[in-house]
């Protein structure tokens, strides 16, 4: 036991009570034989573990962890997270009161490791009506840049990000849908490191640089979900992008059978992208490496395996606050043209997300249809009788959530402005009558968008996640003025008692 393990545990012992308290964290690194050393804001145990030999596990083994209770400590997590495979790091966030921050990152050896933590620990309550949310943690090496010409080619972006930012490795272009001459006036950068990465988006962010006279926009490209090597497995689903709008489904499917006809279950055309479904996982792996660059109706298509999206693990993510209240991350596109995401490879999709009083479990009605035989029995029912997971949208979501609140409906007023370009740009106030006169009167994202649903859609969930946060504050409050009034009563009662009144 070094001197600066001493001192990592003599910091944190002035706020712990009880069991939390420098010879638990001593015991811990007794027992497992981990150093534990505070630099940075955060504290890490192990990295590496006793005996290690070679490099760091790679990318995909680390987690995050979120919404831990800020008087737990490592003695506590450190057993929790064994559970899951043998910890390489934990890195607990700290505060400089020596209270943690509520959140920290735990590095498994193998991927494995780390996929188990997220399925046998995400949403685990830690404390009695303590819940903790545990995703994958990766590292983002990649930038979105908008509001670029879509007349620049790839090598022409790629030129100007080396001339401008430091440690670019490739940039990622897409054609337009409707002309494959030009790009969709967006394209994704990727550094060597996420530093160099931070560093570019520091440098762009301000809003007032431009490439070619215009005025970009930076962000995060969000990152692309991981999915387990099992379950790729078993994939046999083919992703398809960058065919012609005016391809068909009839002229997909054909293509994709020429290499074995009768092999293409079914093809889904969505816009400029599609999924080819067969019938045999063999067969869609072949297809992948015959079709990948291939031309059809003279747009060159890219070819991959379709990613399953595990609604529930999606949807827990959401609930457990692994998103921060802001509509930038409500709608997967943010604002720009032809509404495509920062996602690569992924089409767009509307989530509503919330956690509040009356929040939804993860969803899991299967939404599909059944036939409907003459003489079935139906039965009246309220909407209001459903369950939360029986709604899909955020706009439902809203009204079911006042009405579980004894609330009046909420208000939808549309707002309008028109784009540089001439395009019609859309936005809701929503106003929630019972709460009208409180902190906020209404809500508005900051975003536009370019059709009624979409505004409609993103308003909802920019004032279910705002809501959401209102109510925790109010119930906080409440907590505290709750416990100051019993202080304030057990003062007066002991001073009743010393005077001899009771």
């Not at 966030?93 to 990152?105: D, K, P």
């Not at 930038?143 to 930012?165: C, N, Q, R, S, Y």
Request: with cysteine; glycine share 6%.
């Amino acid at each position: 036991m070094n001197e600066e393990n001493l001192d990592v545990t003599n910091g944190c012992s002035k706020v712990r009570t009880g069991t939390q308290n420098e010879a638990a964290l001593l015991a811990l690194m007794e027992k497992t034989g981990y150093n534990m050393v505070q630099e940075n804001g955060q504290r890490k145990f192990g990295g590496p573990p006793p005996g290690w030999e070679g490099p760091p596990p790679p990318r995909g083994c680390e987690v995050f962890v979120g919404k831990i209770p800020r008087d737990m400590y490592e003695d506590e997590l450190v057993p929790v997270f064994e559970r899951a495979g043998k910890i390489y790091e934990f890195r607990l966030m700290m505060e400089f009161s020596g209270e943690n921050r509520g959140y920290a990152f735990v590095m498994y050896t193998t991927k494995e490791e780390a996929q188990l933590a997220i399925r046998i620990l995400n949403n685990y309550e830690i404390r009695p009506g303590k819940f903790i949310g545990v995703c994958v943690s990766l590292d983002n090496c990649r930038l979105f840049i908008g509001a670029i010409p879509k007349e620049k080619k790839k090598e022409e972006i790629l030129d100007e990000m080396k001339k401008v930012t430091e440690g670019v490795v490739d940039v990622i272009v897409y054609p337009s849908a409707t002309d494959k001459t030009k790009n969709r006036g967006f394209a994704f950068v990727e550094y060597e490191s996420h530093r160099a990465a931070a560093m570019a988006r520091r440098k762009l962010i301000p809003g007032t640089f431009q490439l070619w006279g215009h005025t970009i926009q930076v962000d995060w490209a969000d990152p692309e979900k991981e999915v387990d090597e099992e379950t790729m497995q078993r994939v046999k689903v083919l992703y398809v992008r960058n065919l012609m709008i005016s391809t068909t489904e009839e002229t997909i499917k054909a293509e994709f059978n020429k290499f074995k006809p009768g092999a293409v279950e079914r093809v889904k055309k969505l816009r400029d992208y599609a999924f080819v479904h067969f019938f045999n996982r063999e067969d869609a792996v072949a297809a992948m490496s015959v079709m990948n660059g291939k031309c059809i109706d003279g747009a060159s298509i890219e070819v991959t395996l379709a990613k399953p999206v595990n609604k529930e693990s999606t949807w827990r993510q959401h609930l457990n606050g692994q998103i921060s209240p802001n509509s930038e991350n409500l709608l997967v596109f943010a604002n720009k043209e032809e509404g495509h995401q920062k996602t690569l490879g992924k089409p767009p999709s509307l989530p509503a997300r919330l956690n509040g009083q009356h929040s939804p479990s993860p969803p899991e009605i299967e939404r599909c249809t059944y036939p409907f035989f003459p003489g079935t029995k139906l039965t009246p029912i309220s909407m209001y009788s459903l369950k939360s997971n029986h709604f899909n949208s955020a706009v439902m979501h809203l009204d079911y959530y006042c009405n579980k609140n004894n609330w009046a409906p909420p208000e939808y007023y549309l707002y309008s402005t028109t784009s540089q370009d001439g395009k019609v740009l859309l936005v809701y106030k929503i106003v929630i009558p019972a709460i009208a006169n409180g902190s906020q009167s209404y809500f508005m994202p900051d975003k536009l968008c370019t059709t009624l649903e979409d505004a409609k859609e993103l308003a909802a969930q920019f004032t279910l996640l705002h809501l959401d946060k209102q109510l925790l504050s109010a119930f906080e409050e409440i907590k505290i003025l709750t416990t100051f009034v019993k202080v304030m009563r057990s003062i007066a009662n002991s001073r009743m008692v010393g005077a001899g009144i009771i």
